[in-house]
């Protein structure tokens, strides 16, 4: 069972930037397709920002469009550890961020969320 605990959510004003992190524990990390969703008061979750793992080291990124030019997904591998950069904030991008980790198929495990809040 991978565990993952997010941190570094925060009150930024509207054009700051976040930076969240996502430590997982158990499962295999390097291997791992990983994500960012969010969740709004009122709305339902949402995908932000997924890095697939293809193979050996090699990932691919997908973007929502609503981040795409503004948030950047990344990893630490020997970290075991997945950014979220988040750059020209909104008070729109305020939510609970999630990440999650895709097992078998289906994004089966997430961590706690961490609230960002962005004044405007």
């Known amino acids: 069972q991978v565990q993952l605990a997010e941190s570094g959510g925060g009150l930024v004003q509207a054009g700051g930037s976040l930076e969240l992190s996502c430590v997982a524990s158990?499962?295999?990390?390097?291997?791992?397709?990983m994500g960012w969703f969010r969740q709004a008061p009122g709305k339902e979750r949402e995908s932000v920002a997924i890095?697939?793992?293809?193979?050996?080291?090699?990932?691919?990124?997908d973007y929502s469009d609503s981040v795409k030019g503004g948030f950047t997904i990344s990893r630490h591998n020997a970290k075991n550890t997945l950014y979220l950069q988040m750059n020209s904030l909104k008070p729109e991008d305020t939510a609970i961020y999630y990440c999650?980790?895709?097992?078998?198929?289906?994004?089966?495990?997430w961590g706690q969320g961490t609230q960002v809040t962005v004044s405007s």
């Open positions: 999650a980790s895709k097992v078998g198929g289906t994004w089966g495990s």
């Open positions: 158990g499962g295999t990390f390097r291997q791992s397709t």
């Open positions: 890095q697939n793992w293809i193979g050996s080291n090699v990932y691919s990124t």
